[in-house]
């Protein structure tokens, strides 16, 4: 017989040894069971599905309102038969045919006719002319009055200059504009009028300069302006067998049209000069004419310069510009109203894709001072008449130096690394600093924003160290990006150089939140603006 602590000592063990039941894992369906008898679970789908249905509702009712108002908007339209015609639109949304012309037009447009083919009094033409032509002398006067001028943009900049190249006595104007007349631009246009909205802005400039200067001659185009057709906008005068234009007017306001035509023309040796941006400026005393490396503080100059100079383009092209500064109390780009974000995709309400969809404040008189600064411009320019206007910064020597000392700074920072410097070269060249400095950065120095003794420096140690580059010719350089520099005086550069390139520490231990944040956001524009080149 067992002794019972044997008994209990087994009994313990069969315990220990014997494995405990799994537990059945619970199914899918009794999971929902279980879920769907939950209170909590109850009321949150309870609320969902209230939310869901009153978001139906409201959604339904705006869909039948807005299928009621086109009905109604349909409704409202007469049937087209006999006593009421329509046409179709361009693609531009303008009417692809003029109203029918009063009495007067008729009568303009008859004398026009007769005057373009050589029926017109020169005795009258050289006394409403007389004053020009008293002021040039004969032999200036003599090319103008045979010039071939294209005028792109006819806005308020656009249609005041061709009025005065008209009035003044040049004879073959081409007009290229896709848009037409609007009521809120009678502010600003030098000749539209109440009828005229609606109209194509180059058959009204054309036809109401007619009844100024009825011989000359006109080409419209009715289009935006596009590179693809650079060379059918830009061509010859059609029937001038051959005669190119003698000067392009830049009067555009879209930044892509306006870079396109600018580079067109000084790659192909076209003589062009651009209006810079009227909107929000008030002062006509700020109001110059100079290259377009010397306009500062217009916006619209300092976008295009920035895009014409990543594509190779620094100066030589001649542009009206306003020196005013923007400040307190002052007009400013109108901010498109919030509920129109609420209603999804702003670029929608461009005329056109690319093209801007706020409103541009601008005071009527501006456009009139840019456009008549414009059409003396190219007035002096085409007649040789004596004129200064300004130059460029002409600091290449400077854009030199500071590539020298950006050569030899990274020279010795490959030393440093016990790397033979001889014979090393960056991939940066002094148009390259011409961008990073103007353009980027302003002037300035990041740091102390002084515009004196500027140099380029590297921001950061790069990550594996200074590496140098060897191709098949045997050509050894350094893998170094525009984005990699930033502007410093020599002064705080060589200090950078010591802390930061030699010493090991980091930009954010030595320069304060200000200073890392401009430098941050003036790479980020860099690196928007390096798409460009």
């Not at 002398?137 to 943009?153: H, K, N, T, Y």
């Not at 790659?267 to 209006?275: A, G, Q």
């Amino acid at each position: 017989m067992d002794r019972p602590g044997n008994c209990n000592l087994q009994t313990k063990y069969s315990l220990i040894a014997r494995s405990p039941e799994p537990k059945l894992q619970e199914t899918m369906t009794s999971w929902f069971e279980r879920q769907a008898s939950s209170h909590h679970v109850q009321l949150v789908a309870a609320a969902v599905l209230s939310g869901v249905t009153v978001a139906g509702l409201i959604y339904g009712t705006q869909a039948i309102r807005r299928n009621e108002a086109v009905q109604e908007l349909k409704a409202s339209i007469p049937e087209l038969n006999e006593n009421h015609h329509a046409d179709m639109l361009t693609d531009f949304g303008a009417a692809s045919r003029l109203p029918n012309a009063s009495r007067e037009d008729e009568r303009v447009s008859a004398l026009a006719r007769r005057a373009q083919q050589g029926d017109y009094d020169k005795a009258l033409i050289t006394e409403q002319l007389t004053r020009t032509a008293s002021f040039l002398g004969s032999d200036r006067f003599a090319p103008l009055c045979d010039s071939f001028i294209i005028v792109v943009g006819l806005g308020g900049v656009g249609s005041h200059c061709t009025s005065a190249l008209a009035r003044s006595g040049v004879s073959k104007i081409r007009l290229i504009d896709f848009d037409q007349v609007t009521l809120s631009s009678l502010n600003r246009h030098a000749v539209a009028t109440l009828a005229d909205v609606g109209t194509p802005k180059v058959e009204c400039v054309a036809k109401r300069l007619q009844a100024v200067v009825p011989w000359v001659q006109w080409e419209r185009f009715k289009e935006v302006w596009k590179e693809e057709q650079a060379e059918r906008l830009l061509g010859p005068w059609s029937a001038g067998k051959g005669r190119h234009p003698d000067y392009v007017v830049d009067a555009i306001d879209n930044i892509d049209s306006k870079v396109a035509l600018l580079e067109y023309c000084h790659k192909h040796d076209i003589k062009v000069v651009s209006s810079m941006g009227a909107g929000c400026k008030s002062d006509p005393t700020r109001v110059f004419v100079g290259d377009i490396s010397a306009s500062l503080e217009d916006p619209l100059s300092r976008v295009t310069r920035r895009r014409l100079r990543a594509l190779g383009i620094s100066e030589a092209i001649p542009v009206v510009y306003s020196t005013e500064k923007p400040g307190p109390g002052k007009a400013q780009l109108l901010p498109l109203p919030e509920g129109e974000f609420l209603k999804g995709q702003t670029n929608e309400l461009s005329v056109l894709p690319d093209f801007r969809a706020r409103i541009l404040p601008v005071l009527g008189t501006m456009p009139a001072v840019f456009g008549y600064t414009v059409a003396n411009f190219v007035v002096l320019e085409l007649t040789g008449y004596p004129h200064e206007s300004g130059a460029g910064k002409g600091r290449e020597k400077m854009y030199d130096n500071i590539l020298a000392n950006l050569q030899g700074l990274e020279e010795r920072l490959a030393r440093h690394e016990r790397a033979d410097s001889l014979g090393l070269k960056i991939p940066v060249t002094k148009d390259d600093v011409g961008y990073l400095v103007e353009e980027v950065y302003r002037g300035k120095s990041v740091v102390s924003k002084l515009p004196t003794r500027l140099a380029l420096v590297r921001w950061k140690v790069p990550e594996g160290g200074f590496q140098i580059e060897e191709n098949r010719e045997g050509q050894r350089s350094v893998r170094l990006s525009l984005n990699d520099l930033v502007c410093m005086t020599k002064d705080e550069t060589a200090a950078h150089e010591k802390e930061v390139l030699k010493g090991g520490r980091r930009p954010e231990d030595i320069y304060s939140t200000e200073v890392l944040q401009l430098v941050e956001r003036r790479r980020g524009e860099e690196r928007h603006y390096n798409q460009y080149r």
